[in-house]
Nanobody
Framework: VQLQASGGGSVQAGGSLRLSCAAS????????VGWFRRAPGKEREFVAS????????SVTDSVQGRFSISRDSAKNAVYLQMNNLKPEDTAVYYC???????????WGQGTLVTVSS
């Protein structure tokens, strides 16, 4: 499975970006699709996930109310809508796949988000 994350860029604080995650070689059916991020000098952290079949969503507390995750079955894509971005959101964002409740095992290459104050 190859994952492609895109949509990163540079924005000012308060701005918005939408990240996309697409898969080649298979659909997301039966998978959870997650977004993670790694800020400079910090460990990778979970941001959000969505169950492709169930639509069940999970969003980490630090971005609750600002970030949302969604899926598009027709495009076989998952999106991370990021609003009211803050400088502390600056990181490389990765999408990943997990089969059911298993650990995330497939990872994309990451897309850089830079938020300036």
């Amino acid at each position: 499975v190859q994952l492609q994350a895109s949509g990163g860029g540079s924005v000012q604080a308060g701005g918005s970006l939408r990240l996309s995650c697409a898969a080649s070689g298979r659909t997301f059916s039966n998978y959870r699709v997650g977004w993670f991020r790694r800020a400079p000098g910090k460990e990778r952290e979970f941001v959000a996930s969505i169950g492709w079949n169930s639509g069940r969503r999970s969003v980490t507390d630090s971005v609750q109310g600002r970030f949302s995750i969604s899926r598009d079955s027709a495009k076989n894509a998952v999106y991370l809508q990021m609003n009211n971005l803050k400088p502390e959101d600056t990181a490389v964002y990765y999408c990943a796949l997990a089969l059911g409740l298993a650990q995330f095992e497939y990872w994309g290459q990451g897309t850089l988000v830079t938020v300036s104050s």
